[in-house]
């Protein structure tokens, strides 16, 4: 690293300003933003696949459209992080090999299964909910491409939201077994949405450095109490209860203390233990691998042309 | 009968059929740029379906909805092509598919557009626009894949053959359409679609699919097997709560 | 490489010029214009878009810290650790 590098890298930093493609900046930084951008892309496109398992079943046409259109928005957010990620010069197929082969990672929340119509809501309302706690901060990322893809992104969130809520608050309004669905939803992914948040603060080791640099807004903990707040109140309006007996609204605090989950599961499902892990990689490893002859004739169809002109 | 609802009910069954075959190459498409861009054919051929569908609820006059006709009917009451419930197979089999029908629907839906039925006419005018994309999707596949490597070639011959029987069907004409005054009669079609279609099989280098015994039935409610399933899956939901709203 | 990289602009109105929104991989100049359209516009009408190959781009940017660099016009994404990352590095 060049001495002075360091000093209006920081300066920027500190005055909350933007670095960009072009600015030097130290090694860990720029390896840190690569792994962190990259799993968010990874986390998109591989949470295409519990919300697709639902498409050719939606209940109702309109539910059937609006779900192809969210997951294809997954698509395109993966596409906008897979490019904020190559302006700190690496490449999409490098990083898709990288997530095929396991050494990368995604959302561990993506590794639980979605086994009714009724979690299709449950994802809307609470993994997108607490996508969004993690998300807004980004926008003032201080790496100038991710923080417009994260501008871009949720924007379009906006409607990912509201209609898994929308879901729940119909089956809610329903018939008895609807209800129940709803309910039963809530039940399996309650505590994973917590776990979304990552470990508690106090088995946290990257965030002081990820502060200091402006990657990281909030700590985890205050994200997750934010979420918390904002999700009870939700579940009361649905009508369906949180599974969680130890909460309780703090009146001299204005918070929801709650229990907090589990985090035992959340370090198997990591390391690769959860309902999905191998369903969810074999199926992205497959699609990749099929598409391959497709991929090659494409550019072999373009060097054609290339050659072409050029003989033109 | 009403010839009316009979005839929406073809073009929505269409859709319909189509778009559940195509929403299925979502999360499995090559690369995550034909995931986006199937996503959106996918939603186009849903729209229409919905509109149609909707429309020939109204015209039946019996208080159904689009649900109603989607969910709860049975595969003796669809009319779909048979083209549209196949296997989409590997992708070139799909582009291929997409190749045949899409440029049908294109022909069709620039006729329906002159439609004394104004709501036909309306549904045609949008439609039109979102189709010739999909011709043109269809299209530069074809290319690449006819004109890639020996594999996409193998493929992509396989695929045009593996469809070409039930391509017939789309301009069959019958009773009704020929007494529809508001109807296009899909015979009118079938040269320039030929034509078109072998424009871009030459093009691709590809050889033209040989005439074959040509597939019929789905007007009739007389489909392939592919059809159980598919509604299976489709209504399983739905009519596991009968009555619900979602 | 076998899907070159391509940076995408959009004009979203009549009036306002072409901005850079992203960036995407297609194989040739008319897939990268229709993938652009399919990400970056969902079917918007009225729009303009241009697609153009990353490497076909020569930058200079004299706010950009670049003073360490050869001040000349340069690559869009030249950065001074430029590098392919190479099998099996943990974490990157």
């Known amino acids: ?312 | 009968m009403n010839d009316l609802f009979t005839y929406t009910l073809r073009l929505g069954d269409d859709a319909l059929i189509s778009a559940q075959r195509t929403a299925e190459w979502i999360a499995a498409a090559p690369q995550l740029e034909e995931d986006v861009a199937l996503g959106n054919i996918g939603l186009d051929q849903l729209g229409q379906a919905r509109s149609l569908l909707q429309y020939a609820g109204q015209v039946e006059g019996d208080g159904r909805t689009e649900d109603d006709l989607a969910y709860f009917r049975d595969e003796r009451d669809f009319l779909n092509l048979q083209l549209c419930e196949l296997p989409n197979g590997d992708f070139a089999h799909s582009m291929a598919k997409l190749l045949y029908f899409a440029t049908y629907q294109h022909l069709l839906y620039e006729e329906l557009r002159n439609s004394p039925d104004e709501m036909l006419a309306g549904v045609a005018g949008k439609a039109v626009k979102e189709v010739a994309y999909h011709v043109d999707h269809a299209t530069q596949w074809v290319l690449r894949l006819g004109d890639g490597t020996e594999e996409s070639h193998r493929r992509m011959q396989a695929g045009l053959e593996a469809f070409w029987p039930y391509t017939a069907e789309m301009f069959e004409s019958d009773e009704l359409v020929r007494r529809l005054a508001v109807a296009v009669d899909p015979s009118t079609l079938q040269d320039e679609w030929e034509r078109l279609v072998m424009a871009v099989i030459d093009e691709s280098t590809c050889s033209r699919p040989e005439s074959s015994y040509q597939h019929r039935g789905g007007r009739e409610g007389r489909h392939t097997e592919h059809l159980g399933y598919l509604l299976a899956e489709l209504q399983h939901v739905a009519r596991s709560h009968p009555g619900a709203t979602w | 490489m076998i899907e070159p990289l391509w940076e995408v602009f959009i004009r979203s109105r009549r009036g306002l010029s072409h901005t850079h929104v992203g960036s995407l991989h297609a194989p040739d100049a008319t897939m990268a214009l229709r993938n652009a359209r399919d990400v970056y516009t969902r079917r918007q009408e009225g729009v303009s878009i241009w697609v153009v190959r990353a490497s076909d781009i020569t930058a200079s940017s004299p706010d950009e810290k670049d003073e360490f660099f050869d001040p000349a016009a340069d690559k869009v994404y030249r950065h001074p650790t430029f590098y392919q990352v190479p099998e099996g590095v943990e974490h990157l």
Not at chain 1, 45 to 64: D, F, T, V
Not at chain 1, 297 to 308: G, I, S
């Open chain 1, 1 to 312: 690293m060049l001495a002075g590098m360091d000093d209006s890298f920081q300066a920027t930093i500190d005055a909350d300003g933007r670095i960009e493609p072009r600015d030097a900046m130290p090694d860990g930084y720029r390896k840190t933003l690569i792994r962190q951008i990259a799993q968010h892309a990874h986390s998109e496109i591989i949470g295409m696949q519990p919300e697709g398992n639902w498409i050719s079943r939606a209940p109702s046409l309109r539910r059937k459209a609006i779900l192809m259109a969210k997951v294809q928005d997954e698509a395109g957010h993966g596409l906008y992080l897979y490019a904020a990620a190559e302006t700190l010069g690496v490449d999409r197929a490098d990083l898709l090999d990288l997530l095929h082969s396991g050494k990368q990672k995604y959302s561990s929340i993506f590794n639980y299964p979605t086994l009714t119509w009724a979690d299709i809501g449950a994802i809307g309302w609470l993994v997108d909910g607490a996508a969004i706690v993690n998300q807004v901060p980004l926008c003032r990322c201080s790496y100038g491409p991710y923080a417009r893809a994260m501008v871009r992104v949720c924007k379009e969130e906006s409607f990912h939201q509201r209609q898994g809520f929308e879901i729940l608050y119909t089956l809610c309004n329903g018939t008895q077994a609807q209800k129940a669905m709803a309910q039963d939803a809530l039940d399996r992914w309650w505590w994973p949405s917590l776990m979304m948040f990552g470990p508690p603060d106090s088995a946290s080791t990257h965030s002081e450095q990820s502060m200091a640099w402006g990657i990281k807004r909030h700590s985890n903990d205050e994200l997750r109490q934010r979420f918390v707040d904002m999700t009870v109140p939700q579940a009361d309006v649905l009508g369906i209860k949180v599974p969680d007996e130890g909460l309780r609204y703090d009146e001299e605090t204005g918070h929801y203390s709650f229990t907090e989950p589990d985090y035992a599961e959340l370090y198997e499902v990591v390391k690769g233990n959860g309902p999905c892990n191998k369903q969810r990689l074999a199926h992205r490893v497959k699609a990749h691998e099929d598409g391959a002859w497709v991929r090659e004739a494409a550019a072999a169809y373009a060097e054609k042309q290339t050659l072409k002109e050029g003989a033109a």
